[in-house]
């Protein structure tokens, strides 16, 4: 149990397992409907509404998510979790009122699709989604984000406090990208797809250096103990140390779940990163923080 509970630790935090069980909802009004959803122009994110039917406390709402390339060839399907989580703090979920937020695109991914899963409540009970509940899909964008390699034409000077911002601006955005990519991959069953974010050796926890195997072996562990896992990241902070180095941090959500036990666990981590580019590829060389259970 010691090593279960490090793991929790490990990945997203300590914290109690309670039941789940389902709640009885009407059909005729569902507690959220999902109202929109798409890819707006330029970004490389899919942008969500949700409507708030119940008065009954949320404590989070599931999203199915599938992406899809250029081609139409499925890249990604996973699951979002909402939480309702902004500046690190996780605000009232209300009825009545129509909430706006975004995740992250995978690379290549220029499409996607969105649906209602499930509704998990603060008494752990849960509303399903009806199987019959259509995807709503988003039109591919219609051009592609410029390329980091191909810089923009500017017709101000590299030096100019514009462009120091908006370079800024794109970097902390890279950086999200990056960790939301990250924490999507580790809702997947994929260890090595995982390890390649990470460098030859990482600085991990209080277990200092450590090389892919223990973190590889870390992951099996974690993916056994809890089969379902979803994440949500917010709040990434980048704070570049050089041209190549850079230090990250951010808030993340997670539900933790092992339906064979009928256990689950939630609540929210905030994780520090080291990065480092490697052939222009960012490497995580630094991997801690610290977690509270809901």
């Not at 406090?161 to 994929?190: C, H, P």
């Not at 990250?248 to 994780?271: K, W």
Request: glycine share 6%; net charge positive; charged share 25%.
């Amino acid at each position: 149990m010691k090593s279960v509970a490090r793991l929790i630790q490990l990945f997203a935090g300590a914290a109690m397992l309670l039941p789940l069980t389902t709640a009885a909802a009407s059909p005729d009004e569902p507690p959220v409907e999902l109202l929109s959803s798409g890819v707006p122009p330029g970004k490389a994110s899919v942008s969500y509404k949700i409507k708030v039917n119940t008065d009954k406390p949320i404590n989070e709402v599931h999203l199915n998510l599938k992406e899809t390339d250029a081609g139409g060839k499925v890249l990604v399907e996973t699951t979002v979790v909402w939480a309702n989580i902004a500046h690190s703090t996780r605000q009232p979920i209300e009825k009545g009122k129509i909430y706006e937020d975004d995740t992250a695109l995978s690379p290549g991914a220029v499409a996607a699709e969105c649906s209602l899963k499930e509704v998990i409540y603060k008494d752990f009970t849960r509303w399903s989604a009806p199987t019959s509940s259509g995807m709503r899909p988003s039109p591919p964008q219609t051009s592609a984000p410029t390329s980091p390699s191909v810089p923009p034409a500017s017709a101000r000077p590299e030096t100019s406090r514009e462009t120091k911002t908006s370079k800024a601006v794109s970097e902390n955005e890279g950086a999200e990208g990056f960790i939301k990519s990250l924490y999507r991959d580790m809702e997947q069953d994929d260890v090595a797809k995982v390890l390649g974010y990470f460098d030859e050796t990482v600085d991990y926890y209080a277990y200092g250096p450590k090389d892919k195997a223990f973190i590889g072996e870390q992951l099996r562990q974690y993916f056994a103990t809890f089969p379902i896992r979803s994440f949500s990241v917010s709040d990434v902070s980048l704070q570049p140390s050089s041209r190549n180095r850079a230090a990250a941090t951010c808030e993340v959500h997670y539900s933790l779940q092992n339906s064979a036990q009928g256990a689950t666990s939630a609540g929210r981590s905030r994780v520090e990163f080291k990065l480092v580019k490697r052939k222009g590829v960012p490497k995580i060389t630094r991997f801690a923080g610290t977690s509270t259970p809901d």
